[in-house]
């Protein structure tokens, strides 16, 4: 079955921390482009963080000096730490696969079913 599965979500105070995880499963994910996007009430969604099979990291402005993407293809996991946080970092964070499905034929743009951060200040 695919799927990716968030977790980690929750509710913080400003400056504080969260690591968020995202488990994939019945996809090929040491090949693919993982990523996390976010998206607030009101907004549109909009990219966070993105690592390539490479391990090569690319961050939204917003975040960068805040935040790590990392993973480990042995889990098939790629997890967000979040350091320093804010109340506009406030949003559901979504998981974004892009490869292929098991058979590796078949390419796939996967999005998790979300976690909610909640930064109070």
């Known amino acids: 079955q695919e799927q990716l599965v968030e977790s980690g979500g929750g509710l913080v105070q400003a400056g504080g921390s969260l690591r968020l995880s995202c488990v994939a499963s019945?996809?090929?994910?040491?090949?693919?482009?993982m990523g996390w996007y976010r998206q607030a009430p009101g907004k549109q969604r909009e990219m966070v963080a993105v690592?390539?099979?490479?391990?090569?990291?690319t961050y939204a402005d917003f975040v960068k000096g805040r935040v790590t993407i990392s993973r480990d293809n042995a889990k098939n996991t790629v997890y967000l730490q979040m350091n320093s946080l804010k109340a506009e970092d406030t949003a559901v964070y979504y998981c974004?696969?892009?490869?292929?499905?098991?058979?590796?034929?078949?390419?796939?743009?996967?999005w998790g079913q979300g976690t909610q951060v909640t930064v109070s200040s």
């Open positions: 974004n696969f892009k490869g292929y499905d098991s058979s590796g034929f078949r390419a796939k743009n996967y």
């Open positions: 019945g996809l090929i994910f040491a090949t693919a482009t």
């Open positions: 690592i390539t099979s490479g391990e090569a990291a």
